[in-house]
T-cell receptor, first 111, second 115 residues
């Protein structure tokens, strides 16, 4: 089955700097890659996603890139703000509806 | 649109009791997923259901755990004879029928504590 690895587990940046989170997946048939943000005490919230026929997608300060050959995908957050502090999860879906999540990255943005 | 509703938010059970967790999907969503999150860990897939059908339960322990999504009413995750290791946050998510390439909407979770 699908396996998703995520790095780093913890990331600390200064406000205004960029943050990059990287993930790899094992199943080359995976075709959908969402990213979720989870704040303390809340459920995960979808922040951006990318499909396998696209290499890059951007939404304001957030961008995702996908390298299908290497089975890598990454989340880039520019001009980080304290409210970006949260746990971020990458995920991958193969064919059907079941989604496998990475272990999460705890992002700290220092003011 | 109220989103995915989970209740209760917090549940305390003594070892050996039963825990029942409820999830009402978003309006128009017919697919429900349950995930478990241990403290400081990621989301582990448990089960995927459609109305009156279990589609994939590969992540659910074979004993003590069961799930259903009846024709009427919420999806229920049931844990019988709870043990301390069952303490975790349980999240429900839903997606529309055409949602193979769309993300999930998650509820706020039920935090189960077994004492």
């Amino acid at each position: 089955g699908e396996n998703v690895e995520q790095h780093p587990s913890t990331l600390s940046v200064q406000e205004g700097d960029s943050a990059v989170i990287k993930c790899t997946y094992s199943d080359s048939a995976s075709n959908y890659f969402p990213w979720y943000k989870q704040e303390l005490g809340k459920g995960p919230q979808l922040i951006i996603d990318i499909r396998s026929n696209v290499g890059e997608k951007k939404d304001q300060r957030i961008a995702v890139t996908l390298n299908k050959t290497a089975k890598h995908f990454s989340l880039h957050i520019t001009e980080t703000q304290p409210e970006d502090s949260a746990v971020y999860f990458c995920a991958a879906r193969t064919g059907g509806f079941k989604t496998i999540f990475g272990a999460g990255t705890r992002l700290f943005v220092k003011a | 649109n109220a989103g995915v509703m989970q209740n209760p938010r917090h549940l305390v059970r003594r070892r050996g009791q039963e825990a029942r967790l409820r999830c009402s999907p978003m309006k128009g969503h017919s697919h429900v997923y349950w995930y478990r999150q241990l403290p400081e860990e990621g989301l582990k897939f448990m089960v995927y259901l459609q109305k009156e059908n279990i589609i994939d339960e590969s992540g659910m322990p074979k004993e003590r755990f069961s799930a259903e999504f009846p024709k009427e009413g919420p999806s229920i995750l049931r844990i019988q004879q709870v043990v301390r290791g069952d303490s975790a946050a349980y999240f429900c998510a839903s997606s529309p029928p055409s949602g193979q390439l769309y993300g999930y909407t998650f509820g706020s979770g039920t935090r189960l504590t077994v004492v």
